[in-house]
């Protein structure tokens, strides 16, 4: 843990000083990101889980099979992240990767990549359960008590500070929606976000990649540090190559220095709360209904433009 904690504070402070230096975005974002996301959240998540047990033990043992299988999974989802999606939508109709109601091929192809096929290959190579996964009736019936309380008090937490603070939710504060209309985006932001969002990357970064760290290290802690970086860095291929700097405010094209450092200052800092809630818990509906919460608000003007709702 200690070791983990290391990597991960030195990894942090020479980010924050690297986008400090560089100018890149206003240092009071990934400030603001670490005492929310970084020490806030999980401190309140802390408390209310802190007489809640885990679902189900992890997967014990660093097998050689088990590593290869894992990181073998992390490589191909490297691979996708660096590559992007054109050749998988080689010969599909271009209606169908139009912005809107068509948008679902795009969420269809990330299930593919960070859900279905690691799901088949830990199950057919390692024999994984549902259950390792935080799926299953003993998971559902862990929302009804303490973790689905810690789940809605975090999430309506975190969605009233995007409400008041996020700059994704500016459109809302304007006014753009209104009464039902603002009800029902939201809604459909939540539900979109839960699993465009939510079960891809909670899927794979916490049931999967999570509970691999967590057998490697011995450490719920380390396992929890560990993870949130790879799940920050696992981002910088989007930035660097595919513009997606621009919805982070670090432009379209950053240099790959600067998009690291970003990374491990703002996404790595933002999985914490899942990284905990997934340690203390290995519940995955609770990590993904939080997920789709946090997103909801910042992503509804877009969707909303996307399928054409005014």
Known sequence: MVAAASVGGTAYLAAIGWLAVRGVVPIEEPLGVLIVLGVASPLLAWS????SSAVRPAPGGATGRANLVVFGLLALVTCYLTVGAGPLDAGLPRAWLAPGPHAIVGVLRKLVVFVVLPWAALGIGLGWRPSVYGLGSAALRAMWGRQGVATLVLALGLGAFQWFFGRGAAPLRAGEFSG??????????????????????????????????????????????????VFGVAHVPG?????????????????????????????????????????????????????????????????????GIH
């Open 48 to 51: 209310l889980l802190r007489k």
């Open 180 to 229: 039902v209309g603002l009800a029902g985006v939201v809604l459909l932001s939540f539900a979109w976000q839960a699993v465009e969002a939510g079960l891809v990357e909670e899927f794979f970064f916490r049931a999967v990649l999570q509970t691999r760290l967590l057998a490697l290290t011995g450490s719920p802690a380390a396992g929890a540090i560990l993870a949130a970086l």
């Open 239 to 307: 930035y660097v190559l595919r513009g997606g700097g621009v919805l982070d405010a670090i432009g379209s094209q950053p240099s790959a220095l600067d998009a690291i450092a970003y990374a491990v200052a703002v996404p790595s800092v933002a999985a914490i709360p899942f990284a905990l809630i997934w340690a203390r818990t290995r519940n995955l509906y609770a990590c993904v209904l939080l997920h789709g919460a946090i997103d909801a608000l910042p992503g509804a003007a877009p969707l909303a433009r996307a399928f």
